[in-house]
């Protein structure tokens, strides 16, 4: 019989992966704190409605890419390809505006987006996520960005870059979008086909299309900066100078659209050449329009997410936490020694000592070959002797120092030791 695997495009985070994630957690936890946002946890399935309103029905996640299907009383759902809607969905549903539209909100959980799975772009993968709702000042943006960037010098990492554009708002980019398609008309025959399509329904997303030939045909494309109005030319000049004076560097790219349809204003990634064609670890930008059009109050709105899987492929190859390792192994020798070892190894687990002991009965050797495998500090030694003579000696296993410890009340003397010895 062959055995199951996982689905393609789904994968599992293994303990020493697994270790990674939480280090990257908790680093961006004690940041989302510290700049002010609080979690929000949601469901991860949703009315597909919700993504086709908010994404964007021309968009590849919501035309092509979404795990959508009726469930049996025949509601159409949708598990969530991104946070952003659900997050809208939530701030929406409880009037969390009535009292104070400000909130900031971060979440952390699995996506699903039915890509054609390579090195970091999978089906289910994980997202870091941050929105500010109810400012429309572009130091909100700007805050957005710093978050990030303090996260990547937290974790070492050196070699990412915050991209930076503006879309334009809905005042001036329909002058743009008009003009783009008139230059595109005149490119059709050099355009990929999915450019060809795009052209028509979302022509913007032809301009970031990663095709060399579409790259080609788009090199005198008309440029969105020469139609921002002046709005949004002020809005984007302050973020960079916002960025400027907090010394962050990054790169103008008039060039970054982004797939999904609801952005007005600040567009931005974090980009790297560490992880070759999937090169962005973070993305995100302001949706000023999406709570009202999902039938809300017109409450501007900003955000991010970080692709989490990719994150820790960068990070994992920076540092790699080492596996907890015991402080103590007690090899149980004989089986009416395991009630004392066991005994003393609970005691010791709830009092925060990480102790194992040996379930089985096997041999010093082998007990103290596993000790070492698992990298205990010290090894308890109880046989029935020991516990006859009322006395253990307990190894370091570094030193390889030996001493004596009464039986007596042995979990209290061992937490009292390792208290002394500091572990
Ligand atoms: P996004 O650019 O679609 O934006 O995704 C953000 C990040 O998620 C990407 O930069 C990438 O690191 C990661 N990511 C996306 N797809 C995959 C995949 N198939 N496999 C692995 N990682 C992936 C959004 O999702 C927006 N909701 C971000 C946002 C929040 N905008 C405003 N607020």
Redesign the pocket.
């Known amino acids: 019989m062959t055995t199951l695997q996982s689905i393609k ?1 789904f994968k599992d985070i293994l303990p020493g992966e697994s270790e990674l994630w939480q280090t990257i957690e908790e680093q961006a936890k004690t940041i989302f704190s510290d700049f002010g946002f609080r979690e929000i946890r949601l469901p991860m399935l949703e009315k597909t409605e919700l993504f086709a309103r908010s ?1 964007g029905e021309a968009t590849d ?1 919501v035309e092509k ?1 979404m795990y959508t299907f009726q469930d049996r009383g025949g509601d159409l759902l949708t598990m969530r ?5 659900g ?1 809208v969905r939530a701030y929406l549903q409880h009037k969390l505006y009535a009292q104070d539209p400000v909130h900031k909100f971060y979440t952390i959980g699995p ?1 699903f ?1 039915r ?1 054609r ?1 390579q090195k ?4 289910q ?3 870091i ?3 500010i709702f109810g400012v429309a000042s572009p130091y909100a943006d700007a805050q957005l960005i710093l978050v990030l960037v303090h996260l990547m010098n937290r974790l070492g990492v050196t070699d990412a870059k915050p991209h930076i554009n503006s879309l334009g708002c809905p005042a001036c980019r329909p002058d743009f979008r008009t003009a783009l398609q008139s230059f595109l008309a005149g490119v059709g025959d050099q355009l990929c086909s999915d450019c060809l399509r795009r052209r028509d329904t979302n022509p913007l997303r032809v301009l970031d299309c990663k095709v060399p030939g579409c790259k080609d045909a788009t090199r005198n494309a008309p440029a969105l900066a020469d139609y921002l109005c002046a709005e949004c030319q002020r809005h984007f000049a302050t973020v960079g100078q916002a960025l400027d004076d907090r010394n962050v560097a990054y790169t103008i790219d008039d060039r970054l659209v ?3 349809d ?2 007005i204003r600040t567009t931005f ?2 980009q790297t050449s560490a992880l070759g064609a ?1 090169n ?8 000023d329009g999406l709570a009202q059009a999902l039938g809300g109050p017109d409450i501007p ?11 820790a492929e960068i990070v994992g190859s920076i540092q790699r936490p080492a596996p907890p390792q015991p402080h103590l192994y007690i090899a149980a020798l004989g089986e009416n020694t395991r009630p004392l070892a066991f005994q003393c190894v609970s005691q010791l687990n709830t009092r925060g000592i990480r102790a194992e002991m040996g379930y089985e009965d096997k041999s010093l050797k082998s007990q103290m070959k596993r000790a070492n495998k698992l990298g205990a500090g010290y090894v308890l030694i109880i046989g029935e002797q020991e516990i006859k003579q009322g006395a253990a000696p307990l190894r370091n296993m570094t030193s390889k120092a030996q001493i004596d410890i009464p039986v007596n009340g042995l979990a209290d003397r061992l937490t009292a030791h390792f208290e002394n010895t500091s572990g």
Do not use: H, K
């Open positions: 495009g994404i996640i890419e390809p991104e946070a952003t809607a997050i996506m987006r890509e799975p970091g772009r999978y089906r993968f994980s997202q996520n941050a929105e982004r797939g999904l609801y952005y990634e974090i999937q962005a670890i973070a993305g995100g930008g302001r949706y709105a900003t955000g991010f997410a970080i692709g989490l899987d990719r994150l």
